[in-house]
């Protein structure tokens, strides 16, 4: 049996065959599709060593982490792709054609930052970098650094500031870093950022900003891009869609909270009292859900329980009930329940569409 990885060699065996005679259909979206539908590729995993392609080897980003492959075609680059991705970052490999043989680009990785910087973070490396572009060079104006000069000088940084902090300075863009060296150089002294001696003359050391005279345009709405999906894509996304409904609505079959272990907090008054749950392991509850209550052996809701707050180890909430029954007699026989959502129906309806 044929891998996933292991299927594209049939898109450039097949491409090759036809390369003399329909070399522009070889490289279309067209031909793509054609062997997408044929062979119905679906998300691998890849080895933590890395992966060879057409006797090519490639190193992986992000040690001790899942990686995930597919194949795809990118509407942007024009041809198909290897795309891989784990929990820190995404690369992309162009798969094209060289004289019908198989040839591939790597694209640099793309890292995905858990967390956004403060701006008192951005700040400092941003003086950082000031200070040392001016070490280096005390006459250059850092207020016309390039991509390029802010990159270099943020390489030579990385021994002082840790890995992810690095990277989520590297994916800023250029206006971004303009505007953060800006307020930067507004709040040193002309002393820091030039050899030439200043007094504060205007009772302050820092730089007075030139008055920006220039109008600003107002931004056009621009029409969204959607992504362009193969028959093949839209599938795998049905039968995704279709699994995680089937999948909520068994757990809303099967799970029950038990009030067995429950303690009542206080005393019940107005058919309504406070309950605690020690908890083992994760529930699929969210603070402020509403759960059905039920008698042991009955179809009819007993009450509810609104959950109030859930921490992973402790779970509280709110029972209330309208039977006049003692709810301390019957607590052993209660258990609470997920409200009936539409995910049958929906399961159901995208089962029908696919």
Not at 65 to 76: G, M, S
Not at 233 to 248: G, K, P
Request: charged share 30%; proline share 4%.
């Amino acid at each position: 049996m044929v891998s996933e990885a292991d299927k594209i060699n049939y898109y450039f065996e097949e491409g090759e065959k036809l390369w003399d005679t329909m070399s522009a259909h070889v490289v279309s979206r067209e031909f793509f599709v054609l062997w997408e539908n044929v062979q119905q590729p679906r998300p691998f995993i890849v080895d933590d060593g890395g992966f060879s392609l057409f006797g090519q080897e490639f190193r992986l980003e992000g040690e001790d982490e899942e990686h995930v492959a597919h194949y795809c075609w990118d509407t942007e680059e024009m041809c198909a792709v290897l795309a891989l991705e784990s929990e820190s970052w995404q690369h992309k490999y162009l798969l094209t054609f060289d004289n019908g043989k198989p040839l591939i680009y790597e694209n640099s990785a793309v890292f995905l930052e858990k967390y956004e910087l403060e701006h008192g973070e951005k700040l400092e490396i941003i003086y950082d970098i000031i200070s040392h572009i001016k070490s280096a060079d005390p006459s250059r104006d850092v207020l016309s650094l390039t991509k390029k000069d802010y990159l270099d000088a943020l390489a030579g940084l990385k021994s002082n500031h840790d890995k992810v902090t690095v990277r989520a300075m590297r994916q800023l863009p250029l206006f971004s870093i303009k505007k953060l060296i800006k307020s930067a150089v507004e709040d040193m002294a002309p002393d820091e950022l030039s050899t030439q001696l200043s007094l504060p003359l205007d009772g302050s050391y820092a730089l007075v900003p030139a008055d920006d005279d220039t109008t600003v345009e107002p931004v056009r709405n621009s029409r969204a891009h959607v992504k362009a999906k193969t028959l093949w894509e839209i599938r795998l996304l049905l039968d995704f869609l279709s699994i995680s409904c089937r999948n909520a609505y068994e757990n809303e079959q099967f799970y029950a909270l038990d009030f067995k272990k429950a303690e009542f907090i206080g005393v019940p008054q107005n058919r309504a009292v406070s309950v605690k749950f020690d908890v083992d392991g994760d529930l699929m509850v969210s603070e402020g859900d509403v759960l059905q209550v039920y008698l042991r052996g009955s179809r009819e809701p007993f009450g509810s329980l609104k959950i109030d707050l859930y921490d992973g180890s402790f779970l509280y909430g709110r029972l209330r009930w309208d039977d006049h029954q003692d709810i301390m007699s019957c607590k052993n026989e209660l258990a609470a329940r997920p409200r009936k959502s539409p995910h049958e129906f929906i399961a159901l309806a995208i089962e029908g569409l696919t």
